[in-house]
């Protein structure tokens, strides 16, 4: 009836048909169920039947909820409140702490510029430090006054000697060469970073006197 078979079994079904007067009888009468459900008028639901689905759901819910203990009820209401008061804010949050985290990179450098012999070392920024000095004293009779600039590997970059007049300048960079050729030091630090700095070491013919 519906077309759902092949050519040749629609044609052995016709040459069984007429042979057969039960299997006739029964095709015409689904044949007449058919025609009957066809000639139906189309059945248009209520208008209230939106509002009475709602109402029935609603009941069953409440149903639920009284079966349900008052803890994992209150639970699912915090849940859902949270969801709702935090999905608002997840987008923004996330944007503000990502531009935090950014600006706070840019500034974090510049924070070591700012940085002067003789400051007060605090918990965000040390200066350079002597962790270990040459067994050789200043041979040199006077003073001499050395300011040296250290990477951040604790390595010298530069340094300048000051306080020694020209007869005796060669002789007093020679004895300051060789103690800082065996002196070892600690970088200085911005954040727990290590960062270039700059430290002052005072040469006297009885003691040496470091500064940062």
């Given at each position: 009836?519906?077309?759902?078979?092949?050519?040749?079994?629609?044609?052995?079904m016709?040459l069984?048909?007429?042979k057969?007067?039960?299997?006739?009888a029964?095709?015409?009468?689904?044949?007449?169920?058919?025609?009957?459900?066809?000639s139906?008028p189309?059945?248009?639901?209520?208008?209230?039947?939106a509002?009475?689905?709602?109402?029935i759901?609603?009941?069953?819910?409440?149903?639920?909820?009284?079966?349900?203990p008052l803890?994992?009820?209150w639970?699912?209401?915090?849940?859902?409140?949270?969801?709702?008061?935090?999905?608002?804010l997840?987008?923004?949050?996330?944007?503000?702490?990502?531009?935090?985290v950014?600006?706070?990179?840019?500034?974090?450098?510049?924070f070591?510029?700012?940085?002067?012999?003789?400051?007060?070392?605090?918990?965000?920024?040390?200066?350079?430090?002597?962790?270990?000095?040459?067994?050789?004293?200043?041979?040199?009779?006077?003073?001499?006054?050395?300011?040296?600039?250290?990477?951040?590997?604790?390595?010298?970059?530069?340094?300048?000697?000051?306080?020694?007049?020209?007869?005796?300048?060669?002789q007093?960079?020679?004895?300051?060469?060789?103690?800082?050729?065996?002196?070892?030091?600690q970088?200085?630090?911005?954040?727990?970073?290590p960062i270039?700095?700059?430290?002052?070491?005072?040469?006297?013919?009885?003691?040496?006197e470091?500064?940062?």
């Open positions: 009836m519906d077309g759902a078979v092949s050519e040749d079994e629609r044609r052995e016709r069984h048909l007429g057969c007067r039960t299997c006739s029964e095709s015409e009468r689904y044949g007449r169920i058919r025609s009957a459900l066809r139906l189309p059945h248009v639901p209520p208008p209230d039947l509002v009475r689905l709602r109402v759901a609603s009941r069953e819910r409440a149903r639920a909820q009284q079966a349900t803890w994992k009820r639970r699912g209401s915090l849940q859902l409140n949270l969801q709702n008061l935090m999905r608002p997840a987008l923004p949050l996330f944007g503000g702490i990502c531009s935090a950014l600006l706070f990179s840019a500034l974090v450098p510049s070591t510029q700012h940085q002067t012999p003789g400051d007060v070392p605090t918990g965000l920024s040390t200066q350079p430090l002597v962790k270990s000095m040459a067994p050789l004293g200043f041979m040199e009779a006077g003073d001499a006054v050395v300011d040296l600039r250290i990477d951040g590997e604790g390595r010298i970059v530069n340094y300048s000697i000051a306080g020694t007049d020209g007869q005796k300048a060669d007093v960079r020679r004895s300051i060469e060789n103690n800082l050729l065996f002196t070892t030091f970088p200085a630090t911005a954040f727990g970073l270039a700095g700059k430290i002052r070491i005072s040469f006297r013919s009885s003691r040496i470091v500064r940062g």
